[in-house]
């Protein structure tokens, strides 16, 4: 294994022992093209120093692996004990995932959860990356699943298309994406149909905990466009506007800004993972 300096670079990493920041490799190595390696046991120059109790050890990252990365990682890594300058190290092998973006359990999917490989080093996923990943991840997993429903319409989508000057036409299904590979209607389908048993929660509290329910709504069991709409058309009435007037001028201002708080509702409806059934929730 040392007969040629192996060094540190975008598919290789050393740690000399192994630490809590193991997750965050492995999360960066399963979110880059082309996987990488992680060897226990071997410090930033080459050299092997050993991995003490190795056989506990390698059960431990194995079970960390599993634990405390998301999605699941069944299949896209291997731990095993390899000779390097005649001492026995760990030798983590992880493959690109093709569910990214792979993130911390206890950190969620966000810039402080996801890491990318940048050189021989690791780096925050910026947000903007996190979502069009997971924009990705969601539309590709949905188009795979067969609508639990065959008899749906889309007069609500047809609508909505209308309204913008554009039609559908006879393939429209193709041309959307709505079928599987088989030809199914699949779940983005279902979702898009006039009828289905998806809804939009919308929770109002008195105060600034959740003790107090004053109203809870559902917008939904119907295309989600639709659904989209309406809740997008309740906040605007939340919304309300607060007018300030000084001995100079009158200020009249909106309790949030209209258009960053349309691109959140929208946002969170586009990139909610419906394949686990949990709709959207938004709470005040």
Same mark, same amino acid.
């Given at each position: 294994?040392?007969?040629?300096?192996?060094?540190?670079?975008?598919?290789?990493?050393? *740690?000399?022992?192994?630490?809590?920041k193991? /997750?965050?490799?492995?999360?960066?190595?399963?979110?880059?093209?082309?996987?990488?390696?992680? #060897?226990?046991?071997?410090?930033?120059s080459?050299?092997?120093?050993?991995?003490?109790d190795?056989?506990?050890t390698?059960?431990?990252?194995?079970?960390?692996?599993?634990?405390?990365?998301?999605? @699941?990682?069944?299949?896209?890594?291997?731990v095993?004990?390899?000779?390097?300058?005649g001492?026995?190290?760990?030798?983590?092998?992880?493959?690109?995932?093709? /569910?990214?973006?792979?993130?911390?359990r206890?950190?969620?999917?966000?810039?402080?959860?996801?890491?990318?490989?940048t050189?021989s080093?690791?780096?925050?996923m910026?947000?903007?990356?996190?979502k069009?990943?997971?924009s990705?991840?969601?539309?590709?997993?949905?188009?795979?699943?067969?609508s639990?429903?065959?008899?749906?319409?889309?007069?609500?989508?047809?609508?909505? #298309?209308?309204?913008?000057?554009?039609?559908?036409?006879?393939?429209f299904?193709?041309?959307?994406?709505?079928?599987?590979?088989?030809?199914?209607?699949?779940?983005?389908?279902?979702?898009? @149909?006039? /009828?289905?048993?998806?809804?939009?929660?919308?929770?109002?509290? @008195?105060?600034?905990?959740?003790i107090?329910?004053?109203?809870?709504e /559902?917008?939904?069991?119907?295309?989600?466009?639709?659904?989209?709409k309406?809740?997008?058309?309740?906040?605007?009435?939340?919304?309300?506007?607060?007018?300030?007037?000084?001995? *100079?001028e009158?200020?009249?201002?909106?309790?949030?800004?209209?258009?960053?708080?349309?691109?959140?509702?929208?946002? @969170?409806?586009?990139?909610?993972?419906?394949?686990?059934?949990?709709?959207?929730?938004?709470?005040?």
């Amino acid at each position: 294994m040392n007969a040629v300096k192996i060094q540190e670079n975008n598919r290789i990493e050393f *740690k000399s022992k192994l630490n809590d920041k193991l /997750e965050r490799e492995v999360v960066a190595f399963l979110n880059y093209h082309e996987g990488g390696v992680i #060897y226990i046991g071997v410090d930033d120059s080459g050299n092997a120093v050993g991995v003490p109790d190795i056989d506990d050890t390698q059960l431990r990252i194995s079970n960390r692996i599993r634990d405390n990365i998301q999605p @699941a990682t069944l299949g896209l890594y291997d731990v095993v004990v390899e000779q390097w300058q005649g001492t026995d190290v760990i030798k983590i092998i992880i493959s690109s995932g093709s /569910e990214k973006p792979y993130y911390l359990r206890s950190k969620g999917m966000s810039e402080s959860g996801c890491f990318l490989r940048t050189g021989s080093g690791i780096q925050p996923m910026p947000e903007d990356m996190i979502k069009e990943l997971f924009s990705k991840r969601t539309r590709n997993s949905l188009s795979k699943i067969v609508s639990p429903r065959n008899d749906l319409t889309f007069e609500q989508l047809k609508i909505y #298309y209308e309204e913008r000057n554009l039609k559908l036409n006879s393939q429209f299904k193709q041309s959307l994406e709505l079928l599987t590979n088989e030809g199914n209607l699949n779940y983005v389908a279902y979702l898009l @149909a006039d /009828e289905n048993a998806t809804s939009i929660k919308v929770a109002k509290y @008195a105060g600034t905990n959740k003790i107090e329910l004053i109203e809870n709504e /559902e917008y939904g069991y119907c295309s989600l466009i639709k659904a989209a709409k309406s809740v997008l058309n309740k906040f605007e009435i939340e919304n309300i506007t607060k007018t300030k007037i000084t001995s *100079k001028e009158r200020m009249d201002r909106k309790l949030v800004d209209s258009v960053a708080l349309r691109e959140a509702v929208i946002n @969170a409806i586009v990139h909610n993972d419906y394949s686990s059934e949990v709709p959207p929730l938004f709470e005040r």
